[in-house]
Structure formats: C-alpha cells, structure tokens
C-alpha cells in the first residue's frame, strides 16, 4: 500500500531538532531512502511513522487510512531495527511467530507461515535456536522475516545494516532488494551511508536540519543536485562560489566560464558544480574553460585515477580520468558539465 | 592469572595487596567457624578441645529457635513483597521518560544511605506509636521496614538489567507487531527479567536476614528477629556465640552461593551480558 | 498540549505511574511518614532542640569522632580497594569472578557478624592480639583498646565498605582502554606517571562518589560499633541510638539529633554524587 506523509511537523520539547514540513510518498512495491548526516531527523521521521512519536501537525497516510492517531500496535507495519530488537528469551522460529500470534493465527495456520519465512531467509536449519548464538547477518535476517511474516501494509528499515560488518553489508543489501520485491511492498529505508542509499533505492530523499532537500531517483540526484547541500553529500564534487551572468555565464573564482543554461537571473549569487570525472584532460590551455597547471596528488585507484590539478591561480580541482590517462599539462571544464545551482536551501 | 599488568608488565605489589586483602577477608569468618567448635576459649591463641556441644545448645534454646523461625518468614514475605512491588517499580523507572519518574528512582535508590537506620528507626517508634497507627512490634510491620530497606537494591538490579536489555527497543519492536501493553509487559518484560528478579530476590533475602539496625528499634517482643537474639549471645561463652553466628553466615554463604550460581546462569543465556 | 503531542506512544506515563503507585506508596508510608514524625518533633520544641544540642560537649566531641570515622574508613577502604580494583582487572574473567565472589561476601553480612569476628581476632584475648603480643610483645590491653577506637573502627567498618568499592571501580577498570596506558609507558612516562597522570584523573569521578558513599555509610552505621563496643564509644549514631533507648530522653533533642546525623549523610553523598556526575 502507498505510505504517504503530508507537511509533517515534529518538535522535541526543550529542542531545536525535529523535522519540519515533511511530504513524501512511497508507493506499493517502492524502496525509498532516507538518507542525511546524522541528527538532520530522519530517524524521527521513522519514529512519526511507526507512531512512537506523535506528530505537532501534518498527516500520515497508509492506503486510505489516516493513521496519525492509530496507535503503533494496529498500524500494520513492519519494522527492522538498528540492532534488529529480536527479544532474547524466544528462538528464532517464536521470534518469528510472535507477530502471528499477537493476531491469534492459529498453530496449524502459523506454523507453515513461520518455516516458510524462515526458508525465505535461508535459516530453516536455525529455527530453534537462540537469537544471541546468530551472527549478526543471520540475526538482520531473522528481524526481516519477523518483520513480512504478518503481511505488513509497509516496511520501515532503521538503519539495517549499520551493525554489519563491510563484506556482509553488500550481501544483505541484496537479500533486502530480494525480500522487498517479492513481497511488494512500499519500503522506507533509514541510512546514513549514501552508497547504500544510492545502490538500492528507486529513489532518494536527501536530509538536512529538519528539512528535505530533494527527493529524486540516484540518477538525478547525481546529476542534478538542487543545491550545494546535496551536491557535496552524494558523490565527489568541486565547488565554487560564483555570480550569475548571463543564462550560460557565471563568474568564479577561476574566472568567467561558459557553463550549462540555467534559470537563475544575472546577479544572483550560486553555487558552481563540476563532478571530477566530468573534468578532461587536455593538451594545453588554448580555448573556452581551458586552464594550465600541474597534478599535485596522484592517486592510483584501480580503474581510475585521481588527481588534484593545481591551476596556475592557485584554486585546487579534483579530476577523474581513466588509470592509463598520463597527467595532463592543462584541463578543459566542459560547458555542458558545469553545473550553476542554489547555493543553500 | 598471568600476572600481566594494565599495560603488560607483570607486578608484585598488586598481588600483594590482594592476599593481604584475603587474609583480612578472611580470618575473622575463620575465628569465628573454629571458635564454635572449641570447648574452652579463653586467654588462649585458639581454642582448646573440639565439641559440638554449642551447637546443640543453640538447637535446645527456644529464643533462638523461635527468632530463626521469625526470621525466615520475614525474610520470605520480604521477598515475595518486594518482587511484587519492584518490578512494576522498575519497569516504570528503567522506561520513565519524564524526568519526575527517573529523579524518584535516584531519590529511592540513595534513601538508605541518606537516612541512617537509626533514624529511620526512632521515626517508626514515633509514627507507629501512636493511637491511629499502633503497629510497633507487629510482624508485618518488621516485614515492611525491611521491604523499605531492601527495595532500593533491588531496583538497582532489575533496572540496570532492563536499560542493558535495550527495553525500550524491545517494546518498540513488539508494539510495532502489533503487542498492546499487557502483552508486552508479559510476554517481552518480565520473561527478559526472570533472571534478574531471581538474583536480586536472593540479594534481598540476604539483606533481610543480616538486618539489625533497623530491626533492633522497631521488632517487639514477640517477632525477634535472629541477629536481635544473637547481640544478646555475644556477652556469653564465646563458643556459643561463635556457633549462633555460624547460623547467620552460613545463610548469608547460601544466598551468596546461589546468587552466583543465578549470575552464571543469567551469562549463559545471555540476558545479561555485563 | 505540545508535550503530550511529543515524545512517547499512548501507553505511558499514566500506565507507568500506575505501576510504580505501590512502591511508592510504601515508601510514602514507611519512609517518608516516619521521617515526617522525626522532622515534626524536632520543630514541636521549637528551637529547644538545637540550642540544647549545640550547647552540649558529648554532640561536639561525637560529631567530630563521627566525622573522623567517616573519612578514616573511606580512606582506607577507598584506598584498599583500588589496589584490588586494579589487580582484579588485570586478571582473567575466571578468575577474577571467584574473586569478586569472596570479596562481595561481607556486602551482606549482618554488621553483627562482622563485628563478633573482629573481636575474636582484635578483641583483648583475639588471635591477632595474643599473636602480636607473643611475637612482638605488643601490650594487648592497649592494643584491643585501639581497636574499640574511631581508628579501630574505621579499621573494622572497612571490611564491608572495601568490597563497595571494589564492586564500584571494578567494571570501570575493566573497562578502561589500557592502551593509553601503554602509549603514555612508549612515550616514556614511568609506571607510576602512568597511573597518576593516565589513569587516576579518569577515575577520579567514580573513586569519589565511591569515597563519599562509604563515607556517609560508615557515618549513619551503628550496629557495628554497638557489637563491639556497646555505647562507650561517643560517635553520633551511637548516641542517638542511646536516646532513642532511653524512654527518659527529650523527644525535641533527640529528634533534632536524628535529623543532623540524617543531612549529615545525605550532604556527604550528595557531594559524591554531585562531583561523581560533574566528572
């Protein structure tokens, strides 16, 4: 069902946190990503959602159902916790049942549910035992199952993979798509690690102080941040202060660029963004955008290189190019590639 | 027991302190022990001649019988109040969000150091004393005093187990799959806590048998508890005394026995990890 | 109105207080009322109470002895178990939980038994005593007779108080990240520097609380010293305990008197858990 949130306002007494003027909507069978620093609110947002907090104004909507005054327990959601909250004196397969009984499932219904759950995350052969002698990839898994095994109208993950280990995280990454499209179902996903957001998500909302910056697929994020904020949290990004001066002018710091048309008037002051690997090596500072320098810091990634191009100037710009490109004398920013936007929210 | 020290070096003096420590620890539980089963203690190093003729005094001497027998029972209704009252008082404290509650869990748990037995005590002779409240020396009244005595220690115990179980999570959890209260208190808190409320109830039967300070003021006639008789006892043979505290530290051995073995148990099934 | 819009789901603060009334109930009832009879009768006789105590010697000189007992025990037993605390955290989990089994031991022991022990040991005929005076020719009067002292005492109060301590300062040392033990040892500081540059000022806050604890234990204590020593010794609980006894004794004063001895205490350990919490 689609999960949707209307101007969501939420104050802590005696704070300044909190959330303000929150609008999103996941629709059935949609992963959407939360992601922002930590304290910027998205935990409070998931807290407003599975009812933990109430929030000052706004509305919450599951399907048709405003479900702002519902208490937690008749909201229908499935939620996994940071550190996945399975109770510690039931086994893996009570955990599992738990939901089930709460309902007043009867024995000969649960019990093919629960297997069922439990071969879903590959843990059949655990079913019995405790949830402390799981390591914490099997102890996330079981927190999934017990999450969907009630048929939940939605599913909230809290940081899910934030007490995993590096190698396991990618597995699990995986294992929650699989789960997520089989069962459908509209999904909210709580993370402070934008790879994870950008990797998994159908889209975006990017947080800050409360508020949502943007909410897009990874794509236009990348490619299209709507301010400074957002274009230094997702991915690499040179940044310049600069003032508009016409529809594909700017003037910065290295000097007046062509840059990609854009809406702002002349005058205005902006934010100028050009991704490093947007960034192409040239022979010589001979046309448009073109500057001498030299490469200060080069670093051998694999695939590619990066590098730090001093301009004669003195500005600094970080530059991507293929492992086998040879540093360059002098750099071209692509008109096109040069990015005018909002400074702040 | 390598001997390594904090930063890796092993170290004497440390080890010395610790067996000093022990001895300290332990000669005056010895003396006591050896003494009850000497049959002459006077002017000497250690007694002289063995006999177990203390102890069978003490089984003849209807004072103490009947204190033991007082002392038991005051001990397990002490017990049995103080699960009962504490628990709910410890999930209310270990959740509290408002600061009121969470102050009032701090006030309790410092009441019996900030207000010396025998103060305490001498404010029972005036309050239930009087014409409306005349309980002074009644058997329940013992039971409450030392309900009031032990509470804080146990609530101590059950709320650090509740904050170190993450309750709160655990309660989030089960209310998002849909638990209403009574379920989650059933079904997640108190089964969470068994282990806790075991040792801490064997904590409080301890501290229930050993009380005197408070006891000593308030018990009448009637309801003596052991230690009350035993002050008396020390002013006699001192073979006898030495077997009538055996009594008390054998029981308080028990409890301590137990309470480890509660502890052990509580490890292995990993409700606390400390 | 924005509060209850806030912070917590429905069932709270009223089912929490509902579960938390029958404690607090009792100790409305057989704490706070009792104490309310004690503040009473001491504002019954008006001034009468305090004027009489402060003109008195006997409150003075127990007050000072009080005081001195306090701070002797909570040296030593502070003292002591830090010592073990710190040996105790350098041993193995097994180990070091038989240990603290033993040490735990006279947490609950009724003061009687302690105090029965000591004087077998120190007592006039004790074994130390006769041993000392055997090896060393030690006069045993004077010898238990410093015992019966608030030296002595403090020496005897220590042994339930030490493991409190131990109890305390334990886990924090466990706990303690030894590296910078090892960083300060690399970078050249004697082990010795180590621990009072290193690692003494992060314990200062839990040895303190731990010290004015102790502290106002052993200054409210009585049963002990009664043990052993009946009411000879002029410490204020031991006075007070003789007026409560006593049926002849002014209400008013001796209310008074429960009432100092009871702030004294609660000042001391809020000291603790003031500059316990300031860090």
């Known amino acids: 069902m689609t999960l949707a949130l209307e101007n969501l306002h939420f104050n802590y007494p005696g704070a300044g946190a909190g959330v303000r003027d929150i609008s999103l909507e996941i629709r059935d069978g949609e992963l959407l990503a939360v992601i922002g620093p930590s304290g910027c609110g998205k935990s409070t947002i998931l807290k407003l959602i599975a009812g933990f907090l109430m929030p000052h104004q706004g509305v919450i909507r599951i399907g048709d159902q405003d479900v702002s005054s519902v208490p937690p327990r008749k909201r229908d959601l499935g939620i996994v916790f940071q550190n996945y909250a399975l109770f510690p004196h039931m086994s893996i397969a009570e955990n599992i049942g738990y939901p089930l009984k709460l309902r007043n499932v009867p024995t000969a219904e649960a019990w093919p549910r629960i297997r ?24 996330q898994r079981v927190a999934l199952a017990r999450a969907l095994v009630f048929r939940p109208r939605a599913l909230l993950l809290d940081e899910p993979l934030s007490a995993l280990d590096a190698a396991m995280r990618g597995e699990m990454r995986d294992e929650i798509l699989r789960l997520q499209r089989l069962y459908g179902i509209a999904t909210l996903h709580i993370t402070h690690d934008q790879e994870e957001a950008l990797s998994m998500a159908n889209r975006v909302a990017v947080m800050r102080e409360g508020r949502v910056l943007q909410v897009d697929t990874p794509e236009a994020l990348y490619a299209r941040p709507v301010n400074r904020a957002v274009a230094t949290f997702v991915g690499h990004a040179n940044l310049m202060d600069g003032e508009v001066l016409a529809e594909n002018r700017v003037r910065t710091p290295l000097g007046d660029l062509a840059c990609a048309r854009h809406a702002f008037s002349a005058g205005a002051g902006v934010s100028v963004l050009i991704r490093p690997e947007a960034i192409r090596p040239v022979a010589a500072a001979d046309g448009v955008n073109r500057f001498a320098g030299t490469v200060t810091r080069n670093r051998f990634l694999g695939s590619l290189r990066r590098f730090d191009f001093a301009l004669s100037g003195g500005a600094k710009l970080m530059v991507e190019v293929d492992h086998q490109v040879a540093p360059p004398p002098a750099i071209e920013l692509p008109p096109e590639a040069l990015l005018v936007i909002a400074s702040s929210s | 027991m390598s001997g390594v020290s ?10 010395a302190v610790l067996a000093l420590y022990a001895v300290y620890l332990v000669v005056p539980m010895a003396l006591i022990l050896i003494g009850s089963f000497g049959n002459a203690w006077s002017n000497t190093l250690l007694p002289v001649g063995v006999t177990g003729r203390w102890y069978e005094t003490l089984a003849t001497n209807a004072a103490f019988q009947k204190a033991f027998w007082t002392s038991l029972w005051v001990c397990f209704a002490t017990v049995i109040v103080s699960v009962l009252i504490g628990a709910p008082l410890a999930y209310a404290v270990a959740t509290a969000k408002s600061p009121g509650m969470a102050m009032l869990g701090r006030i309790i748990y410092l009441t019996p150091v900030a207000a010396p037995a025998v103060v305490l005590g001498f404010g029972y002779m005036l309050a239930f004393s009087t014409e409306t409240l005349p309980f002074l020396g009644a058997g329940w009244l013992t039971v409450a005093a030392h309900t009031v005595v032990c509470l804080p220690y146990l609530l101590q115990t059950l709320v650090a187990d509740l904050k170190l179980q993450g309750i709160e999570q655990l309660e989030q959890a089960a209310e998002s799959l849909g638990a209403p209260f009574h379920r989650r208190f059933l079904d997640i808190v108190l089964p ?3 282990h806790s409320i075991a040792s801490a109830a064997i904590l409080v039967a301890a501290l229930s048998i050993g009380e005197f300070q408070l006891t000593n003021l308030i018990a009448g006639f ?3 508890t052991y230690p009350i008789v035993l002050l008396q006892a020390f002013y006699g043979a ?4 030495c077997a009538a505290t055996v009594v008390l530290l054998t029981l308080a051995l028990i409890s301590a026995v137990a309470g480890a073995m509660v502890a052990r148990k509580a490890t292995f099934s990993g409700v606390v990890t400390a | 109105m924005a509060y209850r819009a806030g912070l917590t789901s429905r069932s709270g603060a009223g089912t929490r207080a509902m579960l938390a009334s029958p404690g607090l109930l009792l100790f409305g009832l057989f704490f706070f ?3 309310g009879f004690v503040a009473y009768e001491a504002a019954a006789g008006g001034t009468r109470g305090l004027s009489t105590l402060l003109a008195s010697r006997t409150f003075w000189f127990g007050l000072a002895n009080s005081l001195l007992l306090g701070v002797l025990a909570a040296v030593l037993s502070v003292a002591v178990g830090l010592a073990v605390a710190l040996r105790l955290a350098r041993m193995k989990e097994q180990a070091r939980m038989a240990w603290q089994f033993l040490i735990a031991l006279p947490l609950t022991f009724s003061g009687l038994i302690v105090a029965y022990g000591f004087i077998l040991a120190f007592g006039r005929a004790g074994f130390v005593t006769l041993s000392l005076e055997a090896l060393l020719g030690v006069n045993p009067v004077a010898f238990s007779q410093a015992v019966y002292s608030p030296y002595g005492l403090a020496f005897v109060y220590a042994y339930y108080l030490t493991p409190r301590v131990v109890m305390m300062l334990t886990p924090v040392l466990v706990n303690f990240d030894t590296a910078q033990l090892a960083a300060a040892e690399s970078m050249g500081a004697s082990r010795i520097r180590t621990l009072r540059d290193i690692l003494l000022p992060q314990l200062k806050a839990p040895m303190i609380s731990a010290f004015a604890l102790v502290a106002a234990v052993a200054i409210g204590a009585y049963g002990t010293a009664l043990a052993l020593v009946g009411t000879q010794v002029n410490i204020l609980p031991l006075q007070l305990f003789t007026m409560v006894s006593d049926a002849g004794s002014d209400f008013a004063v001796t209310a008074t008197l429960g009432l100092v001895l009871a702030a004294i205490c609660t000042l001391v350990m809020g000291i603790g858990e003031w500059a316990g919490a300031k860090k």
């Open chain 1, 116 to 139: 069922e759950a439990l071969e879903m995350v590959g843990l059949a052969h655990l079913a019995d035992r405790p949830p402390r002698s799981l390591s914490g990839g099997q102890q």
């Open chain 2, 6 to 15: 904090l930063s890796g070096r092993p170290t004497g003096i440390g080890s």
């Open chain 2, 192 to 194: 969470g806590l068994v």
């Open chain 2, 222 to 224: 009637l309801h003596r």
């Open chain 2, 238 to 241: 001192s073979g006898f005394a």
């Open chain 3, 33 to 35: 009322v009792p104490l």
